[in-house]
C-alpha cells in the first residue's frame, strides 16, 4: 500500500476539541506527522483587558472546563503578587483542597478516556461513575461541578464547615478504595496492557529537550512538579511524594495519574487534619498597583503559566496564558515516530490535551513590504465569501450597497 | 411455491429474522449497558434507530461507483438472510437442508465481510479504505479458526449437513460436550465476524470514525446495520445448533423455547466479552488468532479425529 | 496478568441499581451551595449598581423606575451563574436560587424583569 496521508480533526471522533493532525501512514505505521493549531482561537487575554480584575477572574476560568480553578487560581496568585497581597492560610489550605479535588476529577475523567481511545468503553463507564463522588463535592464545596468560583481576589469565597470536612473524608476513602482497584485493573487486564506498554515511548532526554511538563515529563521519570518546585497556596506545608514512572510510554503515564490520585487523597487528608481556622480572605483593592508578576500552578495536565501586567487602572494592561498543553504538544510527535495508526487516539490522549485552552493567538506573518501575509481585511473576506458560495454551492447573495 | 414464498420472505424466514435480530440487538445492547451499571436503552430502541435511518437521506460521495455503492448494503444483507434459511432453528431440519449445508453457511457468513470490504473500497474515502484493509486483514486472522471450530463437530459426526450432525448428537449427545474447546474458539473468532470489542478494529471510531462504513448513511447504512445484527443472531442460531444440539426432539413449544434460550446464551457470551476487554490493535489481533485461536481450533480437530478413531 | 479481569465487578453490575438517573422524571438534590437563577428584592435595592460593575457577563442591569425604586433586567442567556453579584451586593438585593432548568426557545423569556 502507497503512502496517503490522512486527516484527523479539526473534526474527528478521536478528537474532543476541534485541532488539526495530518497524518502519514504506511500501511498501519505512521511515517509523519505535522499538526495545526488555532482552531479554537477565543480571544480571551485581549478580552481580559477590556475587564476589571474580578471579572476576568471568571472569563479566565472559563479558559478551561476541567481546570477551571488552575486558571483562575494562577491568574489570581499573580494579581495578588503584584497588588502585595497576603492570603490567610484558610484561604491557601482551602485552595489547594479545591486544586486536589480538581486534580482527581480531571485524572479520573482521563482514565474514562484512555479507555474509550483504546475501545475499553467499560472503563470509561465506571470511572466516570466513580468521578461523580468527587463531581459531588466540588458541587457541595463551591456551588457547581464546574467553574467552581470559589476564588476571589485575597482569598476564597466560601469557607467550609465540620459537616463538609466529615463529607469529604468518607467520599475519598470510597475514592482510595476504587482508585486501588482501577490500578489492580491496569495491572492485571491482559488487553489494557497490551494496548498501552510500548506506546508513545519519550525518552528522558526527548522529555526534558522537549519541554514536558505534568504526567507526561513524569512519566519519563522527569520529577518535575510546581508542586514540589515552587510551592503556592498551602503545598509548602505539605507533605507529599512526586509520583514518577520509569515505564516512558503510555502504560507509565497512566500509573503514573493513578498514583498521582493516591498521592491526592493523602494531601486532602493533611489538609483537612491541619487546617488552620481563621478568615478566609482579605480584602482587596479594585485597582492594582502597577507591576507585573508571572504566576506557576501545577495543572492536572502540567505546568499552567500565567503573566499578568497592571499599569494602576482597574483592568489589566496584558494577560498571558500558557496552558500546559502547549508545552506537552512538542513532545507529541516524538512519542507518534514509527507508531501505529491505531494508536494515534491514545498517544494524543495520553497527554490529557486541552486544545481549547491551548490556542491562545494566531500570528500573522509580515512580509517585508508590512502587508500582512495570508490575512484578508473584512471588505475581501466578504467578497470572497461570496465568491465560494456562488462557486461551490450555486448561492448567489446579493451584495448590499 | 406460497409456502416456500412465505417461509422464505415471512416465517421463519426474513422478516422473522429482522425482529429476532432487533430484539438480539436489544437484549446485546441493553445487557452491555446493565454490565456498565447504565440504565441501558428502551426496548424499542433498535427499531427506532432503524426507522430514523431508513427516512433520511442518502448521501453518496461523487468518486464512488454507484452501483457498487448502493448494491453492497442489499447483498450483505441478503447473503445473512440466506445464511439463516439453512439453519435448523427448532426443527431438526432447516426449511432447505441438502448435504453439506454447513459449508454453505459458513460461506454465506463470509460474504458480508467480503461487502464490507468493497464497500469501503468502493467509498473512496481514506478512513473507508483503511477500515477495508483492516476487514479483510482480519478476515483472514479469525477465518481459519472459526471454521475449524465449527467443522470439529462435524468430523465426529461423519457428515457435512446440519441436519446430519443434529441428528448424530441426538444419538450421542454426550460426544457434544466434546466440542467444547471449539465451541470457544468459535465465539471469540464471531466477535470477529461482528466487528465487535475487542476485534472491533475495522470500524474503531477513535481511529478511523466508522470504517467501511463512514460515507454511507440512511437507508444504504440501515441496511448495514441491519446486515451485523443479523449476522449475530445467524452466527447464534449456527453455533447452537452445532455445538448445543439440543432440545430439539422436544414439542414445538419447548423446542422453540430451547432455541431462544440457547441463541440468547450466546448473545449474552458475546456480550460479556465486549464489556471484558480494550480493542486490540490489527497486529496483536492477527497473532492472538494463529498464535492462539487457531492451536486451539486444530486441537479441538486433533481430539474429535481421536475420538473418532477409538471411540466410535 | 490475566484477560477479563473486570469480570467480577462487571457481573455484580447486573445485579446493582444503575448508577445513571433517568433526570428529566428524576430529579436530582441540589447541594445547598448551589448557584442557579438569580431572585432580586427591589425593598432592599438602593440603586448603586456594584452588581452592574462586578458583573463579568453584563447580565444584570438596573433600572430607576421611581424615586428610591429599581427594577432588575436579567438576562439568563448571558448570565454565567458565578454569583458574584450576591456578594458584591452591600443590602443583600439579590440572591441566587435553587433554579437551573431555563432553558428556552424564545431569547424573550430568557430576560427577566424583577420588580
Known sequence: MAKVTIPIGPQHPSLKEPESFSVTIDGEKIISMTMKLGYNHRGIEKACEERTYLQDMYLIERICGICSHTHSTCFIQAVEEIAGLEIPRRAAYIRSLVGELERIHSHLLWLGVAGHEIGFDTLLMYSWRDREIVMDLLAMLTGNRVNYAINTIGGIRRDINADNIRDILKAVDTLEERTKYYIQIATQEVTLIQRLSGVGTLSFEDAKRLGAVGPTARASNLPRDTRKDDPYAAYGELNFKVVTDTHNDVYGRTLVRVGELMESYAIIRQILTNLPDGPIAVKAPRKIAPGEATSRYEAPRGEDLHYVKSNGSDKPERVKVRAPTLANLQSVSKMLENGYLADFPIVIAAIDPCFSCTDRMIVGVHHPDGELAGAMDWKALRTYSIDWYKKNRGVNFKIKA | ?312 | MWPGAMLKEVLCSLFKKPATHNYPFVKIAKPEAFRGKLNFFSDKCIGCKICMRDCPSNAIIIHKIADKQFEAEIRLDKCVYCAQCVESCPKKALEATHDFELASLSQDSLRVIIK
Request: hydrophobic letters at 60%; glycine letters at 6%.
Open chain 2, 1 to 312: 411455491m406460497i409456502h416456500s414464498l412465505f417461509a422464505i420472505f415471512i416465517f421463519p424466514g426474513f422478516l422473522f429474522l429482522c425482529v429476532i435480530s432487533l430484539a438480539a440487538e436489544f437484549i446485546d445492547r441493553k445487557v452491555y449497558a446493565r454490565l456498565q451499571n447504565r440504565v441501558g436503552p428502551p426496548w424499542f430502541q433498535p427499531l427506532a434507530d432503524m426507522i430514523k435511518l431508513f427516512g433520511k437521506e442518502d448521501i453518496m460521495p461523487e468518486e464512488a461507483n454507484p452501483l457498487m455503492f448502493k448494491g453492497l448494503p442489499i447483498f450483505a444483507l441478503a447473503a445473512v438472510a440466506t445464511a439463516f434459511l439453512y439453519i435448523p432453528l427448532w426443527s431438526p431440519e432447516s426449511l432447505f437442508s441438502f448435504d453439506c449445508d454447513i459449508i454453505v453457511v459458513l460461506y454465506l457468513l463470509t460474504l458480508p465481510t467480503i461487502a464490507f470490504f468493497l464497500a469501503g473500497w468502493y467509498s473512496t474515502s481514506l478512513y473507508a479504505m483503511i477500515g477495508a484493509i483492516r476487514s479483510l486483514t482480519q478476515l483472514f486472522a479469525y477465518e481459519v479458526p472459526l471454521f475449524l471450530g465449527v467443522l470439529a463437530p462435524a468430523i465426529i459426526a461423519n457428515t457435512w449437513s446440519l441436519s446430519g450432525l443434529i441428528a448424530f448428537y441426538r444419538i450421542h449427545p454426550v460426544l457434544a460436550a466434546c466440542n467444547m474447546l471449539g465451541f470457544f474458539v468459535s465465539i471469540i473468532a464471531l466477535q470477529g465476524k461482528l466487528e465487535k470489542v475487542p476485534f472491533d478494529i475495522p470500524e474503531a471510531e477513535t481511529e478511523i470514525v466508522a470504517g467501511s462504513f463512514t460515507e454511507y448513511s440512511g437507508r444504504l447504512l440501515a441496511m448495514f446495520r441491519m446486515a451485523i445484527a443479523m449476522e449475530l443472531v445467524v452466527g447464534a442460531s449456527l453455533f447452537s445448533a452445532v455445538f448445543l444440539p439440543f432440545g430439539f426432539g422436544l414439542p414445538l413449544a419447548g423446542a422453540i423455547a430451547a432455541y431462544i434460550v440457547k441463541i440468547v446464551f450466546i448473545i449474552l457470551l458475546s456480550c460479556l466479552i465486549r464489556t471484558l476487554f480494550a480493542r486490540m490493535r490489527i497486529d496483536q489481533m492477527v497473532e492472538f488468532c494463529w498464535k492462539y485461536l487457531a492451536p486451539i481450533a486444530l486441537t479441538q480437530i486433533l481430539i474429535n479425529l481421536l475420538i473418532k478413531g477409538m471411540v466410535l
